[in-house]
């Protein structure tokens, strides 16, 4: 079945610098979805993007389908964006998510 | 709209006690997950249903776990005699099937310890 790597397993940065995540995926993803979970919250959707590059407000997601592999980064990062990032993906027409391992985000002020 | 509700929020038992985890999905999505989530890992699939129907269940521990949808609308988890390796978030989502690359929402989740 499909697998999902993630990269780093934890980052820790300052305020105001840039963040970015690495996802790869060991079958081609027919779809790609970045969700962000907070310390004992629930995971929330940022972006769902199978291919190119999508951005919303501070993030952007750039996914290279043939080469497996898809990319958040986040600009500017803030304290509040502290948190676990997950990145999922599934194959065909199957519907159901795998999910990478997260990224441990710290901001520190 | 509404999210996903999930209840109860926490639940510790005992190891060989049984519990049941509630899940109300979007109304209109016909398609719903449950995952399974252990401390510092990424959520693992258990069973997901479209509409009444069982999809997948092939991660679902069926010794111990069940999971229904009788009407296509809330589901049931079930562990029949838990173990203390149960403990986890167990994490419902829904998402309309026919809608390109609609997003999964998902609930709250049910923390899970097993002593």
């Known amino acids: 079945g499909q697998q999902v790597q993630q990269s780093p397993s934890s980052l820790v940065l300052q305020e105001g610098e840039n963040a970015e995540l690495q996802c790869n995926f060991s079958?081609?993803?027919?779809?790609l979805q970045w969700f962000y979970q907070s310390p004992g919250g629930s995971l929330v959707s940022l972006l769902s993007?199978?291919?190119g590059t999508k951005h919303t407000g501070r993030l952007t997601s750039t996914t290279v389908t043939k080469e497996r592999r898809s990319s958040l980064h986040i600009s500017s990062s803030q304290t509040t964006d502290s948190g676990t990032y997950l990145c999922a993906s599934s194959t065909g027409g199957n519907n159901k998510l795998t999910f990478g391992q997260g990224t441990v985000l710290s901001v520190i002020p | 709209e509404a999210g996903v509700t999930q209840s109860p929020r926490y639940a510790v038992l005992q190891e060989g006690q049984a519990v049941s985890f509630w899940c109300d999905p979007i109304s209109g999505h016909d398609t719903l997950y449950w995952y399974q989530q252990p401390r510092d890992q990424g959520p693992q699939l258990l069973v997901y249903f479209r509409d009444e129907a069982v999809i997948d269940n092939s991660q679902l521990p069926s010794d111990r776990f069940s999971a229904v949808r009788p009407k296509g609308t809330n589901s049931t988890l079930k562990i029949q005699s838990a173990k203390q390796g149960d403990t986890a978030t167990y994490l419902c989502?829904?998402?309309?099937?026919?809608?390109?690359?609609?997003?999964?929402?998902f609930g709250s989740g049910t923390r899970l310890l097993v002593i």
């Open positions: 079958s081609t993803a027919t779809q």
């Open positions: 993007n199978p291919s």
């Open positions: 989502a829904s998402r309309r099937r026919d809608t390109a690359n609609s997003d999964y929402t």
